[in-house]
Protein backbone atom coordinates (compact mmCIF):
# COMPACT_ATOMS: atom_id res chain seq x y z
CA UNK A 1 0.00 0.00 0.00
CA UNK A 2 1.21 3.19 -0.93
CA UNK A 3 0.79 6.00 1.73
CA UNK A 4 1.34 9.44 0.94
CA UNK A 5 2.65 11.62 3.70
CA UNK A 6 0.33 14.89 4.13
CA UNK A 7 2.67 17.74 3.76
CA UNK A 8 3.02 19.66 7.23
CA UNK A 9 0.55 22.86 7.89
CA UNK A 10 1.95 26.09 6.85
CA UNK A 11 0.70 27.50 10.14
CA UNK A 12 -0.65 25.30 13.10
CA UNK A 13 -3.11 27.78 15.01
CA UNK A 14 -3.50 25.30 17.83
CA UNK A 15 -0.06 24.83 18.30
CA UNK A 16 0.04 28.91 18.28
CA UNK A 17 -2.70 28.94 20.81
CA UNK A 18 -1.03 26.74 22.74
CA UNK A 19 2.26 28.15 23.15
CA UNK A 20 0.52 31.56 23.65
CA UNK A 21 -1.60 30.65 25.95
CA UNK A 22 -4.48 31.48 22.98
CA UNK A 23 -3.61 35.53 23.38
CA UNK A 24 -4.17 36.88 20.32
CA UNK A 25 -1.44 40.12 21.37
CA UNK A 26 1.06 37.51 22.15
CA UNK A 27 0.76 35.47 18.66
CA UNK A 28 0.64 38.67 16.67
CA UNK A 29 3.79 39.57 18.02
CA UNK A 30 5.46 36.23 18.21
CA UNK A 31 4.45 35.88 14.57
CA UNK A 32 6.32 39.53 14.42
CA UNK A 33 8.95 38.35 15.48
CA UNK A 34 9.20 34.87 13.49
CA UNK A 35 8.36 37.16 10.63
CA UNK A 36 11.80 39.21 11.20
CA UNK A 37 13.88 36.09 11.85
CA UNK A 38 12.46 34.75 8.93
CA UNK A 39 13.71 37.96 6.85
CA UNK A 40 17.19 37.92 8.63
CA UNK A 41 18.24 34.50 8.97
CA UNK A 42 17.22 33.13 5.19
CA UNK A 43 19.42 35.20 3.26
CA UNK A 44 22.50 34.91 5.74
CA UNK A 45 21.56 31.15 5.72
CA UNK A 46 21.84 31.52 1.60
CA UNK A 47 25.53 32.80 1.78
CA UNK A 48 27.86 29.99 0.24
CA UNK A 49 31.16 31.51 1.77
CA UNK A 50 29.30 31.17 5.08
CA UNK A 51 31.10 28.30 6.91
CA UNK A 52 28.68 25.16 6.51
CA UNK A 53 28.46 24.89 10.44
CA UNK A 54 27.54 28.43 10.59
CA UNK A 55 24.72 28.15 8.21
CA UNK A 56 23.53 24.66 10.36
CA UNK A 57 23.52 26.85 13.41
CA UNK A 58 21.43 29.45 11.62
CA UNK A 59 19.02 26.90 9.99
CA UNK A 60 18.56 25.40 13.64
CA UNK A 61 18.13 28.96 14.83
CA UNK A 62 15.19 28.97 12.15
CA UNK A 63 13.84 25.61 13.00
CA UNK A 64 13.26 26.79 16.94
CA UNK A 65 11.55 29.80 15.77
CA UNK A 66 9.31 28.07 13.58
CA UNK A 67 8.34 25.14 15.95
CA UNK A 68 7.55 27.94 18.67
CA UNK A 69 4.68 29.31 16.78
CA UNK A 70 3.72 26.57 14.81
CA UNK A 71 5.21 26.95 11.47
CA UNK A 72 5.34 23.41 10.59
CA UNK A 73 7.03 23.25 7.16
CA UNK A 74 9.53 26.01 7.51
CA UNK A 75 10.78 23.49 10.58
CA UNK A 76 10.57 20.52 8.49
CA UNK A 77 12.80 22.29 5.73
CA UNK A 78 14.88 23.95 8.63
CA UNK A 79 15.63 20.97 9.94
CA UNK A 80 16.56 18.81 6.29
CA UNK A 81 19.12 22.22 5.41
CA UNK A 82 20.66 21.46 9.37
CA UNK A 83 20.86 18.23 8.71
CA UNK A 84 22.43 18.32 5.75
CA UNK A 85 24.94 20.88 6.33
CA UNK A 86 26.27 19.27 9.12
CA UNK A 87 26.26 15.99 7.57
CA UNK A 88 28.76 17.95 4.48
CA UNK A 89 26.11 17.11 2.07
CA UNK A 90 25.20 20.62 1.30
CA UNK A 91 21.51 21.87 1.77
CA UNK A 92 19.56 22.70 -1.41
CA UNK A 93 17.48 25.57 0.28
CA UNK A 94 14.44 26.16 -2.90
CA UNK A 95 12.12 23.93 -0.19
CA UNK A 96 12.57 25.96 2.79
CA UNK A 97 12.78 29.53 0.61
CA UNK A 98 9.30 28.42 -0.67
CA UNK A 99 8.07 27.25 2.79
CA UNK A 100 8.99 30.33 4.05
CA UNK A 101 7.43 32.69 1.26
CA UNK A 102 4.26 30.53 1.61
CA UNK A 103 4.19 30.81 5.34
CA UNK A 104 5.15 34.14 5.59
CA UNK A 105 2.33 34.89 2.56
CA UNK A 106 -0.24 32.89 4.89
CA UNK A 107 0.60 35.34 7.93
CA UNK A 108 -0.76 37.76 6.44
CA UNK A 109 -3.88 36.34 6.52
CA UNK A 110 -3.87 34.55 9.50
CA UNK A 111 -6.48 36.06 11.22
CA UNK A 112 -5.39 37.56 14.38
CA UNK A 113 -7.97 40.18 14.50
CA UNK A 114 -7.26 42.96 17.51
Same mark, same amino acid.
Given at each position: ????K??????D???????T? +??????R?????????C??L?P?????D????????????L????? +????M???E???????G????? +????S????????????L???????
Amino acid at each position: MDIEKKPAPLLDRAHLDAQTF +GDADLAREVLSLFEDQCRRLLPALAEEDRPAGARADLAHTLKGAAL +GVGAMRVAEASAAAESGLRSGA +GADLSTLQVATAETLTALATFGLEA
